[in-house]
C-alpha cells in the first residue's frame, strides 16, 4: 500500500495513526478495557442500589431516568441496562454502600489501568517497575476524579430536559426551550466528555502533558465515539442486529461490544495526541527514542 506523500500532510496525519494503532494493538487493549469495565458494571449497579435507599424513588421516576437513559444506548443494550437501573432502583439496600463503593473504585481502576496502558505503549514507553506502580497508583487516583464529571454528564442527559424547561419559564422564553434542552443535554454532555479524556489522556502516561497537547486528541475521539455510537445505534436497530444469535444473552453482548468500539476510539485519540508531538518532535521524556516509522 502507498504511503501518503508529505504533500497531503492530512491523509499521511492518518495513515500515521493508523500504523501506531495496529502496531500497538490497539483492538487488543480495547477488548482488554470493554471486558474491565464489565466487570465494574455489576458493582456500580449494586452501589446505586445502596445510594438510592438514602433518596428513595418512585416508580414513576425510575420510568424517566429509563426513558432519558435511552437516546444514548444502542437499542439492543437499552433494555439491559434499562433492567439493571429498575432492579437497582427498585430493590435499595443501604448495607451495601462502603463495600459496594470500595468494589466499583476497585474495579474501575482497572478500566483505567488497561488505558493508562495504552497511553504508555502510544509513547513507547519501556515499562519498569517504577511505570508499573506509577500506572497503579495513578489508576486509583483517577477514579474520583474521572467519576465526578461522568455522573455530572449523567445528570444533565437524565434532567438536562427538565432544567432546560424550567430556564425557559423562569425566563419567560419558551421559544429557547429546545436550544436550551439541546444546551444542557448534549453540548455540555459532550464538553465534559472531552474534558475527562483530557485528564486521562494528561496524568496517564508516565510523563504528564500538557493541556493544550491532549486536547486534540480528546476532541477527536469525542466526535469519533459520537460517530460510531449513532452507527451502531442505527446498526442494532436494523432487522440483522435484531436476530438473538447469543440468546438471552444478546443484549450483554450488544452493550459489551459497543463498550467496546467506544474504548477503541478513545485509545485512537491517544495515539492522535502521540503522533502530533512525534511529527513536533516533542515526545515526551522517558519515552523511548523508537516511534512509529512510516517512510519505509
Not at 269 to 292: I, W, Y
Request: hydrophobic share 55%; glycine share 8%; charged share 10%.
Amino acid at each position: 500500500m502507498r504511503i501518503p506523500s508529505r504533500s497531503n500532510p492530512l491523509a499521511r496525519l492518518v495513515w500515521q495513526v493508523g500504523v501506531r494503532v495496529v502496531s500497538h494493538d490497539c483492538l487488543g487493549l480495547a477488548a482488554e478495557g470493554a471486558f474491565r469495565f464489565l466487570l465494574s458494571f455489576g458493582p456500580a449497579l449494586i452501589f446505586t442500589v445502596a445510594l438510592t435507599s438514602l433518596v428513595g424513588l418512585d416508580d414513576e421516576s425510575i420510568s424517566f431516568v429509563s426513558e432519558a437513559l435511552r437516546p444514548i444506548l444502542p437499542e439492543g443494550s437499552s433494555l439491559f441496562v434499562e433492567a439493571s437501573v429498575r432492579a437497582a432502583l427498585e430493590n435499595p439496600a443501604a448495607g451495601l454502600l462502603t463495600g459496594s463503593l470500595f468494589l466499583t473504585a476497585w474495579t474501575a481502576s482497572g478500566v483505567l489501568g488497561s488505558f493508562t496502558k495504552g497511553l504508555n505503549r502510544a509513547f513507547n514507553v519501556v515499562y519498569t517497575p517504577y511505570t508499573f506502580w506509577r500506572s497503579v497508583i495513578v489508576s486509583v487516583l483517577l477514579v474520583p476524579a474521572v467519576a465526578l464529571p461522568i455522573t455530572v454528564a449523567a445528570l444533565m442527559v437524565i434532567f438536562g430536559g427538565t432544567l432546560a424547561s424550567l430556564a425557559a419559564q423562569y425566563g419567560h422564553y419558551q421559544i429557547l426551550e429546545t436550544f436550551l434542552g439541546f444546551f444542557f443535554r448534549w453540548f455540555t454532555t459532550i464538553l465534559l466528555v472531552v474534558f475527562v479524556l483530557s485528564i486521562i489522556y494528561r496524568w496517564s502516561p508516565v510523563h504528564p502533558m500538557r493541556f493544550v497537547d491532549v486536547l486534540p486528541g480528546a476532541a477527536i475521539a469525542t466526535v469519533l465515539w459520537i460517530g460510531v455510537s449513532l452507527a451502531f445505534r442505527l446498526f442494532t436497530g436494523s432487522g440483522l442486529a435484531r436476530y438473538e444469535i447469543y440468546g438471552s444473552l444478546t443484549a450483554v453482548v450488544v452493550f459489551l461490544f459497543w463498550v467496546y468500539l467506544s474504548a477503541f476510539v478513545f485509545l485512537v485519540g491517544a495515539e492522535f495526541n502521540a503522533q502530533l508531538l512525534d511529527n513536533r518532535g516533542e515526545a515526551p521524556v522517558g519515552s523511548s527514542e523508537a516511534t512509529v516509522d512510516v517512510d519505509v
